[in-house]
């Protein structure tokens, strides 16, 4: 059964301090590891997709690599506007395996 | 832009009523999800779809069912609402192609239902 764990659960940063957010992940063949942002109330927005271990994809400050077992999204000198859930989620590979499974996602609350 | 919408953000309903959530995406996607997102449960998938009047269980289909009559639309019915279905829906839409950009999942704004 795939799994995917994110930690830590909830993270609060001073705005500027730089951290990084963990996805670790079992699964059969990976065919793409995802990352979304969620903000309360919402629905996950996309931010990056990652398909091999050494991929790295950039956006403002947020950035995402890739490993065999896990993936870990970089923010640096966040600002209060990058609060939200970031949510993982894996796809295995195969055909017809459309299905992603999440994490329960990191909480995170930068204070300015 | 890909858009998803969902029918209503939030919904109350009383035990028993039959429910209906609605989801339309405007971009030609193939693939379309339906979700519930609960609180240190992440989202799980209900059902999916990967073409008209096609589906697939997912993970928690028990007590939901869907139903697909045109490309851009996908329904999920709640046949007898009951209190531990109270919970975030999410629909999502794919275009569905393998190994790129198509395979990515957008989702809509979400429907927050509550079951008395």
């Known amino acids: 059964e795939d799994q995917v764990t994110q930690s830590p659960e909830a993270l609060r940063l001073q705005e500027g301090e730089s951290s990084s957010l963990n996805c670790s992940y079992t699964?059969?063949?990976?065919?793409?590891l995802f990352w979304y942002r969620q903000d309360p109330g919402k629905g996950p927005e996309f931010l990056f997709t990652?398909?091999?271990a050494g991929e790295e994809k950039e956006k403002e400050r947020l950035k995402a690599t890739l490993t065999k077992k896990e993936s870990f999204l970089h923010i640096t000198a966040p600002k209060p506007e990058d609060s939200a859930t970031y949510l993982c989620?894996?796809?295995?590979?195969?055909?017809?395996?459309?299905?992603?499974?999440f994490g329960t996602g990191t909480r995170l609350t930068i204070i300015p | 832009d890909v858009k998803v919408t969902q029918s209503s953000r939030y919904l109350v309903k009383r035990t028993g009523e039959k429910v209906f959530l609605e989801c339309v995406q405007d971009?030609?996607?193939?693939?379309m999800f339906w979700y519930r997102q609960d609180p240190g449960l992440g989202l799980r998938l209900i059902y999916f779809?990967?073409?008209?009047?096609?589906?697939e269980k997912g993970d928690i289909p028990e007590g939901y069912s869907v139903s697909r009559e045109k490309k851009e639309r996908f329904s999920l019915i709640l046949e007898s609402a009951s209190t531990n279905q109270t919970s975030m829906y999410l629909c999502?839409?794919?275009?569905?192609?393998?190994?790129?950009?198509?395979?990515?999942?957008?989702f809509g704004p979400g429907t927050r239902l509550l079951v008395l």
């Open positions: 999502a839409s794919s275009f569905g192609l393998a190994g790129g950009p198509g395979e990515t999942q957008y």
């Open positions: 699964v059969s063949g990976l065919r793409g």
């Open positions: 990652l398909y091999s």
């Open positions: 989620a894996v796809r295995r590979g195969g055909f017809g395996n459309e299905k992603l499974t």
């Open positions: 971009m030609d996607h193939e693939n």
């Open positions: 779809s990967y073409d008209v009047k096609m589906k």
